[in-house]
């Protein structure tokens, strides 16, 4: 499955951005998605991800509060609110489909990914 994310931009801290995933497929709906970014000079790092029927949601604790992952199977699509955000957040964004839900914060596990879109906090 092919991933395209985009929303992305600049945004002064406090602001909010909503990101977008979306699939080539329908089969987008038998996978797990999940979001992880990676700062310049950074390890890319666990964000979100939800369960393939959307029912679970696990959340890394620096977002937990202040972001929130959904899916729409029927369009093939997956999103990230980001609401009260910080210059901290300041990554490239990347989505990400596998087909388990086990290890759902390690980015070894996925197996296909979007190209990322930038988002930038201003202070």
């Known amino acids: 499955v092919q991933l395209q994310a985009s929303g992305g931009g600049l945004v002064q801290a406090g602001g909010s951005l909503r990101l977008s995933c979306a699939a080539s497929e329908r089969t987008f709906r038998s996978y797990v998605m999940g979001w992880f970014r990676q700062a310049p000079g950074k390890e890319r790092e666990f964000v979100t991800a939800?369960?393939?029927?959307?029912?679970?949601?696990y959340y890394a604790d620096s977002v937990k509060g202040r972001f929130t992952i959904s899916r729409d199977n029927a369009k093939n699509t997956g999103y990230l609110q980001m609401n009260s955000l910080r210059p901290e957040d300041t990554a490239l964004y990347y989505c990400a489909a596998s087909e388990s839900i086990a290890g759902y914060s390690d980015y070894l596990t996925y197996d296909y990914w979007g190209q990322g879109t930038l988002v930038t906090v201003s202070s």
């Open positions: 939800i369960s393939r029927n959307g029912y679970s949601t």
